[in-house]
């Protein structure tokens, strides 16, 4: 069964530091990978995806993800934290074969002065 | 539209009532998701649409749950006797293409609240 996991509930950082959130998957499929971020009180909005092709996606807003088959991970990065970047984010798979949508349980970011 | 817009945004019912959520997707998208975001918990795949049809239910939770879409276009979630576990926010989704590697874009969510 296909499942994702995303590795702390919570993650802290000062604001110019590394931004690092996990995430590991599961799927007997090859996966498709999302990175989703949300605001407060706002909806999902997409950050990056994996289809395809070149492993290392960049996405808005200064984000970037690594998709690494032999790890099975997806985890996002980001040089420098910037106090806007303060939100939710999930991880998502979907298996090329299906619509089924797994969402990660997510991870809020908190970005400290 | 210019997004993805969710009716209404807010709903308090009592317990056993029936409700009805509503998503208008983006004009011309074909493919239409329903999910569910309960406090504490990710979100959970309820259905997909593709045009009118449901290929995947397989995400309802239970018979008191039911979708439809007319049109290629609107789309309701109905609950019926509802419960306090339905309580959360409905999120809908749709994306331009069918393909599993398109990019969805969500609506505001629907916030139920069941009392």
């Known amino acids: 069964a296909q499942s994702v996991t995303q590795l702390g509930s919570h993650v802290s950082v000062s604001e110019g530091a590394l931004v690092l959130l996990r995430c590991n998957y599961s799927?007997?499929?090859?996966?498709?990978l999302f990175w989703y971020v949300q605001y407060p009180n706002q909806g999902l909005q997409l950050l990056l995806k994996y289809t395809t092709g070149a492993t290392l996606v960049k996405g808005i807003n200064g984000f970037e993800a690594e998709f690494k088959k032999s790890e099975t991970s997806f985890h996002l990065t980001k040089p420098s934290a910037h106090m806007s970047d303060a939100a939710e984010y999930f991880c998502?798979?979907?298996?090329?074969?299906?619509?089924?949508?797994?969402f990660g349980a997510g991870t809020r970011l908190f970005v400290k002065a | 539209g210019a997004g993805v817009s969710q009716s209404p945004s807010n709903k308090v019912t009592e317990k056993g009532k029936d409700v009805e959520l509503r998503c208008d997707p983006i004009?011309?998208?074909?493919?239409l998701y329903w999910y569910r975001q309960s406090l504490g918990q990710g979100l959970e795949f309820l259905i997909y649409?593709?045009?009118?049809?449901?290929?995947?239910k397989s995400g309802l939770p239970s018979d008191r749950f039911s979708a439809e879409r007319t049109g290629g276009s609107v789309s309701t979630l109905t609950i019926q006797r509802t419960q306090q576990e339905d309580s959360a926010v409905y999120l809908c989704?749709?994306?331009?293409?069918?393909?599993?590697?398109?990019?969805?874009?969500f609506g505001q969510g629907t916030r139920l609240t069941v009392v």
């Open positions: 998502v798979h979907r298996g090329t074969g299906g619509f089924k949508t797994i």
């Open positions: 799927s007997s499929v090859p996966p498709y």
């Open positions: 989704a749709s994306s331009a293409q069918t393909g599993a590697s398109s990019e969805a874009f």
């Open positions: 649409f593709q045009g009118n049809s449901a290929p995947d």
């Open positions: 004009s011309g998208h074909t493919a």
